[in-house]
């Protein structure tokens, strides 16, 4: 079974800090993304990223920025957190080439304070 | 106007009841994905699909490329089945996904 594993369930972190969200997957999988999730938007892509080293933004990439440095491993990075960015952030990763199904992680319900 | 549109937000039913949730997406996609997430926030893949129809114990799902319409039907739902239901739909294989707001379901013993 595939297992993608987010580093921590819950966090909190204060404005302006610098908040590192990690996933790992072990499934060997080309395709990694980010999203998050808030009450009445729904999921929303932030980025995703088809190779190591490669990045592509989503739908929201502001105030965001990521990290592929090994195939199995997929970082987002939030540069100076704003209260705006609480939220649900979820980590999926897929198998390459054709579309896949995309394997889930638990989440990381972060809180800005 | 948003990409992905399902209905309905809501559904309330008892137990043994067929169960029909829809989604209408308005761009071209490679793919189109019924996603199931409980409380506590894990999201499972239930189908993926491109064309036709697939089937996978009680759940159905459908899609009808051309009216751009898809539909996920439970079969003598259960109090389980309770969860949202997500339909998201994705361009391309190394894309990512674009979602519905999804359906919240209860099914009442």
């Known amino acids: 079974d595939v297992k993608v594993t987010q580093s921590s369930r819950y966090l909190v972190k204060r404005t302006g800090e610098k908040v590192f969200l990690e996933c790992v997957q072990d499934?060997?999988?080309?395709?990694m993304f980010w999203y998050r999730q808030d009450p009445g938007l729904g999921l929303r892509l932030i980025y995703f990223?088809?190779?190591?080293?490669?990045?592509e933004k989503g739908d929201i990439p502001e105030g965001y920025s990521v990290s592929r440095e090994k195939k199995e491993r997929f970082s987002l990075i939030l540069e100076s957190a704003s209260t705006n960015q609480t939220s649900m952030y979820l980590c999926a990763s897929s198998m390459g080439g054709a579309v896949k199904p995309q394997h889930f992680g638990d989440g990381t319900r972060l809180s800005i304070l | 106007k948003n990409e992905v549109e399902q209905s309905p937000q809501n559904l309330t039913a008892q137990e043994g009841e067929f169960i029909t949730i829809n989604c209408s997406y308005s761009v071209g996609i490679s793919a189109l994905h019924w996603l199931q997430q409980h409380p506590g926030g894990g999201i499972v893949s239930l189908f993926m699909?491109?064309?036709g129809k697939k089937k996978h114990g009680r759940l159905i799902a459908t899609i009808n490329i051309q009216e751009k319409h898809s539909s996920l039907h439970i079969t003598a739902s259960h109090p389980r089945d309770s969860a949202v239901y997500i339909c998201?739909?994705?361009?391309?294989?190394?894309?990512?996904?674009?979602f519905g707001k999804g359906t919240h379901l209860i099914i009442q013993p």
């Open positions: 998201a739909v994705q361009r391309g294989g190394a894309d990512g996904l674009t």
């Open positions: 990223s088809y190779d190591v080293k490669m990045k």
């Open positions: 499934m060997d999988h080309e395709n």
């Open positions: 699909l491109s064309s």
